[in-house]
Structure formats: C-alpha cells, structure tokens
C-alpha cells in the first residue's frame, strides 16, 4: 500500500491529509483547503482505461468539508450521469453507504483536457476515524480466498475445491464442484454440467457478489439446493484475473491484456487462466458421460440498470429460441432482471469473449450467456433501487434457484412459453462484456 501525503492549510497550522491506496490512484493534487484533484492510475501495461478506484483518508478534522475531482476518468458514458454515487465507510461504521447523488458530479471538464471528471463532496465527522471510498463495493482476491477457506471447514461431501492453475503472479485460481457425492462417483449415468465464471474484468466487483450469492445457496442445506446437487453438477471458476483484482485494475491482467478478447486462441503464457478454463470447458465438452448445458460468466455494467444477459445468434431457429427459456424464467424470479433488456447479438467486436468463442467451439446443447447486473440501481415498476452488497447475493441465488425450473425438477412446475420474440440488436452498448 502506498501513502499519498498532501499538505493542507488550515487557520493557524499545517494538517497532513493523508491518503493511502491499494494501488491505483496515482497522484493527489491540492488544489485550496476544501478541494482535491485525483488522478486515478491506468490498468496495468494499458493506459486505455481509467475507471476503478478504491482509496482511503486519514488525519482529518472534524467537520471538514472537502470536494474531491476524480480528473482522468477514461469513459464517456456512466451512470454517474444518472445518479449513482461512490461509496464511503469508515472505522467506526464499517458498512458501505452511497454518497448522497445530490453531491455528486460527472462533467467533462475544460480544465483537464476535456476529460471526464467525477466530483464529489463530503464532510468529515470523526477525527480519529479512516475513510474509504470507492467505484463501487470492492470484493478483492483476499475476501475470496478467506471466503473459500471458511467453506473448506465445513467438510462438506457436496462440495470439492481445486487449484484449476495459477495466474502470471501466482496467485490461485480456483474451481469449485458443487453436486452430490453419487455424482462426483457415478461412473453410469450422463451428468448435466453447469458452468459458471466471474471477474474476467477486474474491477466489476457486483460479478464477485452474484458469484458468493450463488455459492451460498447451493452450498446451504435450502431444499432446493439438495433437488440441484442430486441432479446437475455445478462447476465454478469465481475469479478469473486475480492479478487484475490485486492490483486494482478495471479490465486488464497484469501484463495489460482484456482477457475477455482473448477467449479464440488464448496464451497459456499471456492468459493463463483463460487458458486453463477453456481446457477444461472443452475437456467436459467432449466427455461423452458429460451434457455440458451451460456456461454462464458474470460481468458488471458501468452504463445501464438491472440485470440482463446477452446470448448468440444461431441460424438453428430451436436452438435460437432454447435460449430464451432460462433468461425468461430468470425474469421470474429475480425481480431486479430485466427480459426486455436481454439480448442476442454476433457483433464481430465480441468475437474474442468467452460468450461468443464458446457459443462457436463447444457443441451446439450447450448454451452461452454473459450474465450482467449493473453497477448501480434496478427498476421495478415505478421504483428505482440502487443495488447493496445484499441485493447483488440475491441475484446470485436467484440464479441458482432458476434452474429448478428449467430443468422442471418440480413436479408442479410448468414449462414456460415464449410470450414474445426473442430480441435481435447489436451490442453497441455492450462494452462491459
């Protein structure tokens, strides 16, 4: 952690207002007693993007107001315009909290270039307190690995941790089977593979809290949980650029690579976690006990509300409609998706992600989605609901609760019909994929 210490007048002495960062901001700039001008360091190796940031205060006076400009923001388009906020806690009140919207700007600025630049202003209240403030709620390698040792402890039968390889600065990737002890042996029947994977982008951290939510009820004794582990096994790859989250980056690796472009033809030296799960997915692909049915990777949306998922055009016309059954009945459920914003696109540019690469190289049962839940708010009806740690949790489980359904593992259940035409569009608005 680096300490980035700025010089502040105050009436009759000099105060040190003191900022650490867990490695990507770059420069703080003191601009007069109540005004800070940051500059946020780019992704490793890619100057390309400047988006996340992750920082903390000290040595600060009560009362103190302070504006902070964020000067060297990368991306035009946010939902900073459309009133999502940072978020800040501090030592004494450890949950995240959103700045009030109404203190918060996004302009692009004559001063610096014209480049986008986010303000924000804030009070301090406590002197002997630290700040933290961030793009959004982090979820870093550490809480990941701390995570997975909790569930190690469990002892669960259901539930086996493996190393699938180590990223360029290695550090663990790992990959989770969730099913029922009689599948992990059976050696008879042919098994249905779910697979699933997040945080190919670092910085879309709201993709880590759909993951553990997911986790958490398939590993829970929830009686829907044991009817999907005595019937599909779950794969999960739940962090794929741990050196992109380690060193606060918001899209790249560490060597400066998308990863998410990569998936085609990718370097078991340049990306070596995409690599390695590609092997895997094609290893299941071609394992004739093995139905692989789905691969779904999680993703964060810096420019749209709710959940949606995109997925491929297929000239098959079954296999172009199969795919609108679980997003459909993932509307269902989960009332901060969004059918309407679901889409099916084959733009060239995405040619390279996980989505598009596997939906071209796997066999066609298998079905390929980028799941995505926005970095801010969902709508229902009227309302509008900015998202907390809690409501991201809630999608994951959402998640796993709808394939019940899709694979009608209730007797109750009822098949769902396609009530309207599947949507066509390009993904013009897609960049987060």
């Given at each position: 952690?680096?300490?980035?210490n700025v010089v502040?007048?105050?009436r009759?002495s000099?105060v040190?207002l003191?900022?650490?960062?867990?490695?990507n901001?770059?420069?703080?700039d003191?601009?007069?007693?109540?005004?800070?001008d940051?500059f946020?360091?780019p992704d490793?190796?890619?100057p390309r993007?400047r988006?996340?940031?992750?920082?903390t205060?000290?040595n600060v006076?009560?009362?103190?107001r302070?504006?902070f400009?964020i000067?060297n923001?990368s991306k035009?388009?946010?939902l900073y315009r459309d009133?999502?906020?940072?978020v800040?806690k501090s030592?004494?009140r450890?949950q995240?909290?959103?700045?009030?919207?109404?203190?918060?700007?996004?302009?692009?600025?004559?001063?610096?270039?014209?480049s986008y630049?986010?303000?924000f202003a804030?009070?301090f209240?406590r002197e002997e307190d630290?700040?933290?403030?961030?793009?959004?709620?982090?979820?870093s390698y550490?809480?990941l690995?701390?995570y997975?040792?909790?569930?190690?402890?469990r002892g669960l039968d259901?539930y086996?941790?493996?190393?699938?390889?180590?990223?360029m600065q290695?550090?663990?990737v790992?990959?989770?089977?969730?099913?029922?002890?009689h599948n992990?042996e059976?050696?008879?029947?042919t098994?249905?593979v779910?697979?699933i994977?997040?945080r190919?982008?670092?910085?879309?951290s709201?993709?880590?809290?759909v993951?553990?939510?997911?986790l958490?009820?398939?590993?829970?004794?929830h009686?829907t949980?044991?009817t999907?582990r005595?019937?599909?096994?779950?794969?999960?790859?739940?962090?794929l650029?741990?050196d992109?989250?380690?060193l606060?980056?918001?899209?790249?690796?560490?060597?400066g690579?998308d990863?998410?472009?990569?998936?085609?033809e990718?370097?078991?030296w340049?990306?070596?976690?995409?690599?390695?799960t590609k092997?895997?997915?094609?290893e299941l692909?071609?394992n004739?006990?093995?139905?692989?049915?789905?691969?779904?990777?999680?993703?964060?949306?810096?420019t749209l509300t709710?959940g949606?998922m995109?997925g491929?055009?297929?000239?098959?016309?079954?296999?172009?409609?199969?795919?609108?059954i679980?997003?459909?009945l993932l509307a269902?459920?989960?009332?901060?998706f969004?059918?309407?914003?679901?889409?099916f696109?084959?733009d060239a540019?995405k040619?390279?992600?996980?989505r598009?690469?596997?939906?071209g190289?796997?066999?066609?049962?298998?079905?390929?989605?980028?799941?995505?839940?926005?970095f801010?708010?969902?709508t229902?009806g009227?309302s509008h609901?900015?998202y907390?740690?809690?409501?991201y949790l809630?999608?994951?489980?959402n998640?796993?609760?709808?394939?019940?359904?899709?694979?009608?593992?209730?007797?109750?259940?009822?098949?769902?019909?396609?009530?309207?035409?599947?949507q066509?569009?390009?993904?013009?608005?897609?960049?987060?994929i």
């Open positions: 952690m680096r300490r980035l502040r007048k105050c009759y000099v040190y003191i900022f650490d960062t867990e490695g901001l770059g420069k703080v003191y601009i007069s007693d109540y005004e800070y940051l946020i360091r490793t190796y890619n993007y988006v996340w940031f992750n920082f205060v000290h006076r009560e009362e103190q302070v504006i400009n000067v923001f035009t388009k946010s009133g999502m906020s940072p800040v030592t004494s450890p995240w909290e959103r700045i009030p919207s109404k203190n918060v700007f996004y302009y692009k600025c004559p001063n610096h270039q014209k630049v986010l303000s804030f009070a209240d630290t700040y933290q403030f961030s793009y959004c709620y982090p979820y550490s809480r690995q701390h997975l040792a909790e569930q190690d402890k259901f086996k941790r493996e190393l699938l390889c180590h990223s290695q550090r663990r790992d990959v989770l089977t969730i099913t029922s002890p992990m059976s050696t008879a029947a098994l249905r779910v697979f994977t997040a190919v982008h670092p910085g879309e709201p993709a880590s809290f993951c553990q939510g997911l958490d009820f398939l590993l829970s004794q009686s949980a044991e999907l005595d019937n599909i096994i779950f794969k999960i790859v739940p962090m650029n741990p992109g989250v380690y606060g980056n918001y899209r790249c690796s560490l060597m690579f990863l998410n472009r990569h998936w085609q990718p370097s078991p340049a990306h070596p976690t995409v690599h390695a092997q895997l997915l094609v692909d071609r004739p006990k093995v139905d692989l049915d789905f691969y779904i990777d999680i993703h964060a949306h810096s709710n949606f995109y491929n055009v297929y000239e098959e016309e079954d296999r172009f409609e199969k795919q609108a679980f997003p459909k269902q459920y989960a009332e901060d969004s059918w309407n914003q679901t889409s696109n084959k540019v040619a390279g992600t996980g598009r690469s596997l939906g190289c796997l066999q066609p049962k298998t079905l390929c989605y980028t799941l995505e839940v926005s801010f708010s969902y229902i009227s609901s900015p907390s740690e809690d409501s809630r999608l994951g489980k998640v796993a609760r709808t394939f019940l359904d899709y694979y009608n593992l209730q007797t109750t259940t009822v098949q769902p019909t396609l009530l309207s035409p599947i066509v569009q390009s993904d013009e608005q897609s960049e987060d």
